[in-house]
């Protein structure tokens, strides 16, 4: 990770990006990553409501602006807008998923371990606990130091600066993100790097949620590339240790991080509409049999 002054606008930049798509009685809860965008699940969003599920994609606090409004805020306000994005979807559906990809998965654990009566299953796409991938660079492998140096007032006016292939195989989809990102669109593409800060934030977030995986009791599906450039398995085996619950995994072997726009996101879809349908299923089937004893009484 390269190093290099942050520029500081004067006022907010944040542009709306959030996307709501009306299906069944199912809903999907779709989190982005880390100074990402709700763009990076549209396509997932678009698939999963022709399969019949009403989606939400957050926009996450901060995002979608500049460097300035994503150092306003930390983790516990980006938990806040996963929480605020459920309690509006929930009031539509009977079922509610969530799903996320990188920190966005991490965001969704996190929201399984608040709410375990409320969240029916969980996808987690390129789970990032550590930055730990074969293209981050070594300082990037000392980011768990970041909170304390914050702290100490060390760093922070640095920034990481995003590097090839930027978490996507496809060299043509990368290009297009990539150019989006560099134009300043960051409400299609993010931000071009990571401030130290909100990586110091992103730290204690991936902390506080291994600390408490065992309390996930939401079903997991877990897609990963077995060749991820910014997040290595070792994150899968965090999860598959740490939830008590039934876990399906998918291991891609043709898609770098960005799982949910690389060559292989029909498999990740179709994987996750599966598992979802499942739950739906089994969920469906126990009320039916606990409906006469209901009508009974």
């Known amino acids: 990770m390269l190093c290099a002054p942050l ?3 004067f006022r907010s930049m944040i542009k709306p990006s959030e996307f709501h798509l ?41 995002h979608c602006g500049d460097v300035d409004d994503l150092l306003a805020t930390g983790w516990h306000d980006w938990a806040a807008s996963v929480s605020a994005a459920a309690d509006r979807l929930r009031e539509d559906v009977d079922h509610l998923f969530v ?36 293209a981050t660079p070594a300082i990037g492998r000392l980011a768990f130091l970041l909170p304390l140096l914050t ?8 920034m990481s600066e995003e590097t090839e292939p930027y978490g996507i195989k496809d060299e043509r989809i990368r290009a297009r993100v990539v150019g989006a990102m560099f134009a300043g669109e960051s409400d299609v593409a993010g931000l071009t790097g990571f401030p130290w800060p909100s990586l110091a934030q992103f730290q204690r977030l991936s902390a506080h949620v291994r600390h408490r995986l065992g309390r996930v009791r939401a079903p ?78």
């Open 220 to 297: 997991c599906f877990v897609a990963h590339s077995s060749n991820d450039d910014i997040a290595s398995l070792r994150n899968v085996r965090v999860v598959e240790r740490g939830v008590r619950a039934p876990l399906r995994k998918l291991l891609l072997d043709d898609s770098y991080h960005l799982v949910t726009i690389d060559r292989e996101r029909a498999r990740v879809i179709d994987g996750t509409i599966a598992f979802f349908r499942d739950i739906v299923a089994q969920r469906e089937a126990a009320w039916s049999q606990h409906a006469p004893l209901v009508a009974a009484k």
């Open 99 to 134: 799903a996320g990809l990188s920190m966005g998965a991490v965001l969704a654990l996190n929201l399984a371990i608040e709410r375990p009566a409320q969240v029916d299953g969980l996808g987690l796409y390129g789970t990032t606990f550590f930055h730990d991938g074969w």
């Open 22 to 62: 009306r299906g069944g009685r199912a809903g999907v809860l779709l989190i982005h990553g880390l100074t990402g965008t709700p763009t990076e699940m549209r396509y997932v969003g678009n698939c999963l409501q022709r399969a019949g599920f009403s989606v939400l994609g957050v926009q996450l606090a901060g």
């Open 151 to 158: 702290a100490l007032g060390i760093g922070r006016n640095r």
């Open 7 to 9: 520029r500081r606008p």
